[in-house]
Nanobody
Framework: QVQVVESGGGSVQAGGSLRLSCVAS????????LGWDRQAPGKEREGVAS???????SYADSVKGRFTISQDNAKKTLYLQMNSLKPEDTAVYYC?????????WGQGTQVTVSS
């Protein structure tokens, strides 16, 4: 079993920045980070940023140029740097990990952006 814990969320004003972190623990052998999803109230969960197998990253159009995904393999930690935040970025953000055929998410971290 892989445990996933997201942190770093909070309340900020529009234009502000936050850095989310995701730590994997437990039986992590063979697991790898896939990226970040988010879910806003009343909306479906959507992909925000992904790590691709070729070492590059991809982003939802709505966050391109503002969000940056990165990872520290030694610390088994995934990050999401979020700049120029907008009220529409308000959501619960989830880190996604794959191990074999299984996907794991944590409880999420709340990001609230006020105008």
């Amino acid at each position: 079993q892989v445990q996933v814990v997201e942190s770093g969320g909070g309340s900020v004003q529009a234009g502000g920045s936050l850095r989310l972190s995701c730590v994997a623990s437990g039986y992590t052998i063979g697991s790898y980070f896939l990226g970040w999803d988010r879910q806003a109230p009343g909306k479906e969960r959507e992909g925000v940023a992904s790590l691709l197998s070729d070492g590059t990253s991809s982003y939802a159009d709505s966050v391109k140029g503002r969000f940056t995904i990165s990872q520290d393999n030694a610390k088994k930690t995934l990050y999401l740097q979020m700049n120029s935040l907008k009220p529409e970025d308000t959501a619960v953000y989830y880190c996604k990990i794959r191990r074999g055929y299984a996907l794991y998410w944590g409880q999420g971290t709340q990001v609230t952006v006020s105008s």
